[in-house]
């Protein structure tokens, strides 16, 4: 009989090759491929709802099955892996009449190593205590869950996380709920987490993401990675339909540009998100094109991205 692999250090954090994941016909992930060989970066994916970014995660932790293509989590099948990464979810169910207390909220996330019918032992209750102190969050442990505010709660979640010593963070909407100073205390504390293991956000917050991850990825079905911070315009406009522009007040941050798009073949609206009014390809065709506004379009582009055309 052969032995069963085991946790490899020296492997990749996560190999992903040619991976598709299909839905009955619908294809949701189309020949992704990423690769992260260990910690000490924040890889940020933004990317149009329905993406893929959330099932992309799920199929990282095992949890669907997938087309075609391999994953590997520390030179394990996912499945396997499991109990080596930490995951926030972009929702957490939980009742919040139900008269839990946040510390037994976070020693949930024990049980992978406690097992679901045995006392949590000293050291778990320690490492949840740890986790809260990483999120700022010891002083609630006696508190209902349902006393906290939205943003304190994200907090316990991400605890929750943090409490079973993970290697590998995924983290999916974390700063859902969050006001900007905990936003920036999320961060502060990810870019100390960043030293012991490697990180994946899933964002729809493009200025936050670009300000605080090391790395960027768009998915849009297919990924678009290019193992940096610089990301051209054509990769924005394939992975979203549409172009980007930076504003800034007081806070860097991207929002899509008004632009003349026909919105596909048939006109229907783009997965963009900038709620734009669908405009027929024969105005497009007859419309007077504004040089100025795509040449600050086009710069300001750049600059958001980091792209050399900024320099």
């Known amino acids: 009989m052969s032995k069963a692999k085991e946790f490899d250090s020296a492997a990749p954090v996560l190999d992903v090759e040619h991976l598709w994941v299909k ?14 060989d260990g910690p000490g970066e924040i890889l940020g994916i933004i990317g149009p709802n329905g993406g893929g970014k ?33 995951y926030v979810p972009q929702y957490s169910k939980y009742d919040y009449d139900f008269p839990i207390s946040v510390l037994e909220v976070v020693l949930t996330g024990r049980l992978k190593r406690a097992g679901l019918f045995r006392r949590y032992s000293k050291e778990d209750k320690a490492a949840a205590t740890a986790a809260l102190e990483t999120v700022g969050m010891a002083e609630f442990k006696d508190s209902q869950i349902g006393e906290l505010s939205g943003g304190q709660r994200q907090r316990v979640f991400i605890a929750r996380a943090l409490s079973n ?36 956000v899933i964002s729809h917050d493009i200025g936050a993401v670009s300000a605080h991850m090391d790395k960027i990825a768009c998915m849009n079905r297919r990924l678009y990675f290019h193992d940096s911070k610089e990301m051209s315009r054509e990769d924005f406009i394939a992975a979203y339909g549409c172009s980007i522009d930076l504003v800034a007040h007081g806070m860097p941050h991207r929002v899509l540009e008004t632009h003349l798009y026909a919105h596909g073949a048939d006109d229907s ?26 040449a600050n379009a086009d710069t300001a582009a750049a600059d958001a991205a980091g792209t050399p055309e900024a320099k």
């Open 23 to 36: 839905y009955d016909t619908h294809t949701v992930l189309e020949d992704v491929s990423l690769r992260i």
């Open 54 to 86: 959330t099932t992309f995660l799920k199929s990282v932790l095992g949890l669907i099955p997938i087309s075609k293509g391999s994953i590997s989590v520390f030179g394990l099948p996912p499945e396997k892996a499991r109990q080596y990464i930490g």
């Open 165 to 200: 010593d993970p290697k590998f963070l995924l983290m999916d909407e974390p700063n859902t709920g969050l006001d900007t100073f905990m936003q920036d205390e999320l961060y502060r504390i990810l870019d100390e987490l960043k030293t012991k293991m490697a990180i994946i």
């Open 269 to 294: 609206a783009c997965g963009c998100g900038c709620s734009c009014t669908p405009i027929p390809s024969a105005r497009i065709a007859n419309a007077e094109p504004n040089t100025t506004d795509t």
